[in-house]
Nanobody, 124 residues
Framework: QLVESGGGSVRTGGSLPLSCIAS????????MVWFRQAPGKEREGVAA????????YYANSVKGRFTISQDNPGNTVYLEMNNLKPEDTAMYYC????????????????????WGQGTQVTVS
């Protein structure tokens, strides 16, 4: 089970830290990802982390502003969001269990098996 927290409302230019906690650590969490979905839009991959931070990947829209990280036990993944913009407004979801052998589709929603319920981020 994945549970996101940390969402809320913030002014343009502000920051918000998100957390995603798994009830137990499994090998599925060696690769984790954050997605977001705004009303009327498709779910968009934001950032992914591979094996405890050895590799991180970001969507161009958030590169340089967002940072994904994972704690040492591995059952919590974070998304530090800085310099937030109104277009960052969305429901943010974490996911685990990457289904594909290739990293090419790491920011594609269908590539991930387990999802949290989401946490809302509103930037105005």
């Amino acid at each position: 089970q994945l549970v996101e927290s940390g969402g809320g409302s913030v002014r343009t230019g502000g920051s918000l830290p998100l957390s995603c906690i798994a009830s137990t650590y499994t090998d599925d969490m060696k690769r984790m990802v954050w997605f977001r979905q705004a009303p009327g839009k498709e779910r968009e991959g934001v950032a992914a982390i591979w094996i405890g931070g050895r590799s991180t990947y970001y969507a161009n829209s958030v590169k340089g502003r967002f940072t994904i990280s994972q704690d040492n036990p591995g059952n919590t993944v974070y998304l530090e969001m800085n310099n937030l913009k109104p277009e960052d407004t969305a429901m943010y979801y974490c996911a685990a269990a990457f289904l594909l052998p290739s990293i090419v589709a790491r920011l594609t929603a269908s590539s991930w098996l387990y999802w949290g319920q989401g946490t809302q981020v509103t930037v105005s």
